[in-house]
């Protein structure tokens, strides 16, 4: 299959592939600047402004504005429901200077030179044309402003033992995630994304997410278990005509198999960039 690019000129389609189930956010709430933007902290100074692009439940999004009061932070999304969500969570932690509305990342509702930075966090790998988002980002990025975005790179995920349900399901996983129009891999790519977004002044760097302990492995790979049956990943799945209910069926199995075996591992790599404008 082929990925969009930015040789494309059709119009995007960006439908998040995962979609907004229980089991979808579970993961995404656990997120924090600590686990998901570590990178990113040196550049958070108090009294910035930030973007966060694709900010989902919110829990990245008050993470930051905490660390950059009395700065403002703006969070956005393309789903009403996910920004009223991420609103509630501001409220109910009394975080202030944080603000969310829905967005869309190709054409961003403010002015030139706005924000100290933006961020987004496994956003870019969604999108079908990922340098024209990245050229509307820098369009708002203040001089010496800093765009900041990490996202996984599904070539380099490791998962042990390998079962053949789990060889299925990263398989399917990646085939689905093309067939949506965007890119699995994208980790390896933000680099050369952001040179050709118009970046010239580009800072490289690696993390991985890993679950191995009792705990992670029944937060992930239950998530996952429920998240490849009932959530729009399976229904992207099947209308593509890469798995069939049973197939699926049988992923959820391995995954429950993986988090009773005192011996699982599963490593996420990610790629991540600083983008100076």
């Known amino acids: 299959m082929t990925h969009l690019n930015e040789s494309s000129e059709s119009a995007p389609r960006d439908e998040y592939m995962h979609g907004h189930h229980e089991s ?5 709430t656990w997120r924090t600047v600590a686990n998901s933007a570590a990178y990113l902290i040196p550049e958070l100074r108090s009294g910035g402004v930030l973007l966060d692009v694709g900010c989902g439940p919110g829990t990245i ?7 950059l009061a009395p700065g403002r932070v703006v969070g956005i999304d ?7 969500r991420a609103a509630g969570l501001a409220a109910d932690d009394g975080v202030h200077n944080v603000s969310f509305q829905v ?20 956003v870019l790998q969604h999108l ?4 024209a988002a990245m050229r509307e980002i820098r369009r708002l990025l203040r001089p010496g402003g800093v765009f900041a975005a990490r996202d996984v790179d599904y070539g380099g995920v490791i998962i042990a033992p390998s079962t053949g349900g789990l060889a299925d399901w990263i398989r399917v996983y990646r085939e689905v995630h093309y ?11 933000l680099k050369a994304w952001a040179r050709g977004a118009g970046f010239t002044d580009v800072r490289s760097s690696a993390s991985i997410w890993c679950f191995a302990s009792d705990a992670e492995r029944e937060w992930w790979g239950e998530s996952w278990a429920v998240r490849v049956t009932e959530s729009s990943f399976a229904a992207h799945a099947i209308e593509s005509g890469v798995a069939d209910l049973a197939d699926l069926q049988r992923m959820a199995a391995a995954w429950r198999e993986w988090v009773r075996d005192p011996n699982g591992w599963f490593g996420m790599p990610h ?5 100076r404008a």
């Open 24 to 28: 979808v956010l579970r993961s995404h």
């Open 61 to 67: 999004t008050v993470d930051l504005a905490r660390r």
């Open 78 to 84: 393309a789903s009403r429901d996910i920004v009223d």
């Open 103 to 122: 967005g869309d990342v190709y054409a961003l509702d403010f002015a030139d030179a706005t924000f100290d930075i933006v961020h987004a966090h496994q």
């Open 128 to 131: 079908a044309n990922p340098i």
């Open 179 to 189: 067939w949506k129009g965007g890119d699995p891999d994208a980790g390896r790519s």
């Open 271 to 275: 790629g991540e960039v600083l983008a």
